[in-house]
């Protein structure tokens, strides 16, 4: 197997082109696990680490704000926490503080796993994934149509992820998941909201609960019709019948982390619960 570390980006896209079948490296928390189940073994690995374009930030000129893929999921939080919250409550939940201080949301966007803590947020977010190659140049990835199937993204073979793209938070954001124990745990489910009041409408993620991590878009469109934007009065019917819906967009499978209908169970009332969070917060602060 060989061993690739280009220093700069340009030297990155050039090694892709030239072995496709390089599995990049960022943090290394994915794939090392892979490789010593010997789960895949691939000719090449392509290391990242050196790159240092790939760990920086910015607020661009059209508000939003571009996130290297390098940005661990430690920073993230520190650095973006009030920008991006539900991202924010997303990584705290990630394995361990040595896996936060290695893994990166990239990291997650290229290993694609329903599973991925990362992906609810991005998806609730309305989020946009920046891929490149050497060959066609940047394109943009809207995170919906990012994750194909299980473990398969929309990147091409010579394509890497550069960076993602979102707005900062315009109202509450909320994610919360599902575990066998209370940390270092994979999610058996997990549920992201994002309500955007001045557009009042709401973003949604599902994950852990479809062959890819998908939008409840149904219940979005629920929320965007029936929630009384204007008075704040929630009724009590509305979070059950939010959390239904929520429920019907996941198609989960029985594996050793959980039943298909227990996780329909739990999406319910993750969905439930984060929209419950996110209008009390939105109300109390006016």
């Not at 990630?94 to 201080?101: A, H, K, L, M, T």
């Not at 990291?107 to 992906?119: I, M, T, V, Y």
């Amino acid at each position: 197997m060989d061993f690739l570390r280009p220093a700069t980006w340009a030297e990155a896209l050039e090694a892709k082109a030239e072995r496709p079948g390089a599995v990049p490296v960022q943090g290394g928390t994915d794939v090392m696990v892979e490789l010593n189940f010997d789960v895949r073994r691939p000719d090449a690995l392509l290391d990242l680490n050196r790159v240092a374009a790939l760990g920086e930030w910015s607020a661009e000129e059209d508000g939003r704000l571009r996130v290297g893929s390098g940005v661990t999921y430690a920073r993230l939080i520190d650095e973006l926490g009030d920008r991006l919250p539900g991202l924010a409550q997303a990584a705290r939940t990630v394995g361990s503080p040595q896996i936060r201080n290695r893994g990166t949301v990239g990291g997650n966007l290229g290993a694609a796993s329903p599973a991925g803590d990362g992906h609810p947020p991005l998806l609730a977010a309305g989020a946009e994934i920046e891929v490149e190659s050497a060959a066609r140049g940047v394109r943009m990835i809207p995170a919906g149509e990012f994750y194909l199937g299980v473990k398969r993204s929309a990147l091409e073979a010579d394509e890497l992820i550069r960076a993602f793209w979102t707005r900062p938070a315009g109202g509450p954001q909320y994610f919360s998941k599902v575990g066998t124990r209370n940390a270092m745990v994979i999610a058996v489910c997990s549920f992201a909201l994002a309500l955007h009041p001045a557009e009042r409408r709401a973003g949604t993620g599902v994950g852990s609960a479809a062959p890819t991590p998908r939008r409840a878009v149904a219940a979005e469109e629920f929320l965007a019709a029936e929630l009384d934007w204007d008075t704040g009065r929630l009724d009590p019917g509305l979070p059950r019948r939010f959390g239904e819906l929520a429920a019907e967009a996941a198609s989960p499978i029985d594996d050793v982390r959980g039943t298909a209908d227990y996780r329909r169970h739990a999406v319910a009332v993750l969905a439930r619960r984060t929209l419950t969070w996110a209008w009390h917060d939105l109300w109390k602060e006016g």
